[in-house]
């Protein structure tokens, strides 16, 4: 079964608006990371979070962590058509050792308005 | 030049046909990984591959065969193709240096099963 389950599955949005997609995972974890994917290209890593840490940032992406509840959560903030993709969360497994392995969820598709 | 590269990008074939794919990297990276997207699931971990002799099942290894040729080189075989192997198939390589590697991802082959 999947590590990571995404929620909403689906969010269409205006543009300059805020999204947010949430993540649920399983098992303890090392990291988690986010990776966008355009329609039908290959997915792009955007941001990794260590178990360690509680919010991370970079540029118009915040990404939060609560590892007792085994969920986090993307914001991307001002929003743009350009950011229209599917947006997935990965998880290692803690007990995986550095096997780099990564587990997918099934993704949020993120439409932006113009 | 995109850094992982496939070969095809579109294939379709028929029941029973053997299929090879081919990825080929310019990164420099020990560890490759072949995944399957299917509407609905995310990406699901097909085989993977820590140097040229090292190579284990992923998730859903049941019906393919992997070769890593060289570091550059991981190709992924169906022996004998059926339609629910119907999927958009992704390669991607990480530097296996740490457990805070990201992976990055080819663009994709499409591959379709009559």
């Known amino acids: 079964s999947q590590q990571g389950e995404e929620d909403p599955q689906a969010l269409s949005i205006q543009e300059g608006e805020n999204a947010t997609m949430n993540c649920s995972y399983k098992?303890?974890?090392?990291?988690l990371q986010w990776y966008r994917q355009n329609s039908g290209r290959g997915l792009v890593h955007l941001i990794l979070i260590r178990s360690n840490e509680r919010e991370k940032h970079s540029g118009r992406l915040r990404v939060t962590l609560d590892t007792s509840k085994k969920s986090s959560s993307l914001l991307i903030t001002a929003s743009r058509a350009a950011d229209t993709a599917s947006y997935f969360c990965?998880?290692?497994?803690?007990?995986?050792?550095?096997?780099?392995?990564?587990?997918f969820g099934q993704g949020t598709t993120l439409q932006v308005k113009p | 030049d995109a850094d992982v590269t496939q070969t095809p990008r579109n294939r379709i074939t028929k029941t029973g046909k053997r299929i090879m794919l081919e990825c080929s990297q310019t990164?420099?990276?020990?560890?490759m990984y072949w995944y399957r997207q299917d509407p609905g699931l995310g990406l699901r971990l097909i085989y993977y591959s820590f140097d040229v002799k090292d190579i284990n099942k992923g998730e859903i290894s049941d019906g393919y065969s992997v070769s890593r040729q060289a570091q550059a080189k991981f190709s992924l075989s169906l022996e004998s193709a059926i339609p629910n192997q119907t999927a958009l198939y992704f390669c991607?390589?990480?530097?296996?240096?740490?457990?805070?590697?990201?992976?990055?991802f080819g663009p994709g082959t499409r591959l379709t099963v009559l």
């Open positions: 990164k420099g990276h020990d560890r």
């Open positions: 098992t303890s974890i090392n990291n």
């Open positions: 991607a390589t990480s530097r296996g240096l740490s457990s805070t590697d990201t992976q990055y």
């Open positions: 990965a998880t290692d497994t803690f007990f995986s050792g550095n096997t780099g392995k990564l587990i």
